[in-house]
Structure formats: C-alpha cells, structure tokens
C-alpha cells in the first residue's frame, strides 16, 4: 500500500533525473553481484545450497516445529517457546566451541556438517512418527534435546560459511554480494514456507520434515560429490591398508 501511495506522488523532473540515477545504480549494483556469483564455481556452488537450505528447511519454525508439536502431540502453545530457547542454547554452546577452538579448520567438515544437520532433524521427523503412542511430553524433551544439538550444528555450518564468503568475495564486492544473498533469502524463504505448509497439509508435517532433510542431503551429496568421493576413497584406501598389515 505504502508503495502504491508513494508511486503518485507528484515529483518535479528533478527529482525524478535523481531517482533514476538511483535505480540504475540499484540494477547495475545487482548486475555486478550476479555476475560474479555465476563466474565463480565455488561461489555459486556455496549460493545455491544456501538457497536449497532456505527453501527446505527454514520454514521448520514457522510450519513443522508447530505442526508436530503444537498439532499432532497438542503440546500447549505456552511453553512451544522452549523448542526455540533450546535451540539458542545449542547456538551458545556452539560460539564458546568455536572460540576456545578457533585453530579447528570447519569449512573442511562443511559437507558432513550440512548431512549431520540435516540428519539431527530427520531423527526429530522420526521421533514423531514412532513416538506417537507414548506421553507427548516425552517426546517434547527429547525434541528439545535434538534442537540444541540443531542449533549447535547450525553455527558450526553458519560461521565458515560466512568466513568463506568474506575470505573469497573481492571488499568491493562484498556489499553487493551479501545484499544479492540476502535479497535471494528473503525471496526464496517464503516460497519454501508456502510449498512445506501445502505438503504437510497433505503427508503430515513429521513426514515433510523427513523428506525435506532427505533432499537437503541429496543436494549435497551432488554439491560436495567430488569431496565425498575421495574421502570414500582414502577410507578404502586405508582400510586395504590394514588387510595387507594383518
């Protein structure tokens, strides 16, 4: 609405020579970002799993945490505060892990860092399918268990994320580029929130919470394939190692 008043509003050709100054400096700024984005591999690769996240799994707050715990397990609304005060616990505890182990090199785990992520939640989707017979609440504690557990692995994934984006972006790109992620985000976040809350209305939001984790880790597997492969194959490596020792 705000926009729609905005719009006729008279302005003199003045100041309408300066906005359009304006608007083309905004298309070529998002240009630039863009443009580097699909230039750099590595980039682009980080980007769109980024993108993959949003779209799949941070709709979790908004539609499958209360969709399991609010609405299959009838967990009262008043103490649903905890699922997200768990969580910001494990994201606590994760920052004093990092910072009293700063020489611990993350982005090299990144991938299997994404899958145990990925995994801590398809264990929470399952605890609600199999659980369904026993007290709600005791389900409830061992999903506030899987949340701080979550929000720790959550950080360890986030910060070298981010420190590779700022070790790789050129500084004069940088505010472009992290105003292109953060444009995407913002864009992509509501679509994943509109598609979660269409299949759970379907196959239940334990279920979608399953399926969307199981795709998170299919999108990385085809991400970080190369690096899967060869740790895979040092492990075989290694293991045709210790056959010939014995």
């Avoid at 100054?21 to 905004?26: D, K, N, P, R």
């Avoid at 590595?42 to 609405?71: C, D, H, R, W």
């Avoid at 394939?225 to 020792?245: A, P, Q, T, V």
Wanted: overall charge neutral.
């Amino acid at each position: 609405m705000a926009a729609i008043v905005i719009a006729f509003i008279p302005l003199d050709n003045e100041d309408k020579e300066i906005d359009q100054t304006v608007e083309e400096s905004f298309i070529q700024k998002f240009k630039i970002g863009l443009h580097f984005i699909s230039t750099e591999k590595s980039i682009l690769k980080y980007f769109l799993l980024i993108m993959a996240l949003n779209f799949f799994v941070a709709s979790s707050e908004e539609v499958t945490n209360p969709g399991i715990v609010i609405q299959k397990y009838h967990i009262p609304s008043s103490i649903f505060g905890l699922v997200s005060v768990a969580f910001s616990l494990g994201v606590i505890f994760s920052g004093l892990f990092i910072a009293k182990n700063s020489k611990i090199k993350f982005r090299k785990h990144i991938s299997k860092l994404f899958i145990l992520n990925s995994l801590v939640m398809i264990l929470i989707g399952m605890a609600s399918v199999f659980l369904i017979q026993l007290n709600a609440f005791i389900f409830f504690s061992l999903m506030l268990f899987f949340e701080v557990l979550l929000g720790f692995i959550t950080i360890l994934v986030n910060v070298p994320m981010t420190s590779f984006f700022q070790s790789q972006v050129p500084l004069d790109i940088q505010s472009r580029f992290f105003a292109l992620l953060s444009f995407s985000a913002n864009l992509i976040v509501p679509l994943g929130i509109l598609y979660t809350g269409f299949l759970a209305s379907i196959i239940g939001a334990d279920v979608t919470y399953i399926l969307n984790n199981i795709l998170v880790i299919c999108i990385v597997c085809i991400a970080f394939w190369k690096d899967i492969k060869s740790m895979f194959s040092g492990i075989l490596l290694e293991k045709g190692r210790e056959k010939d020792d014995y």
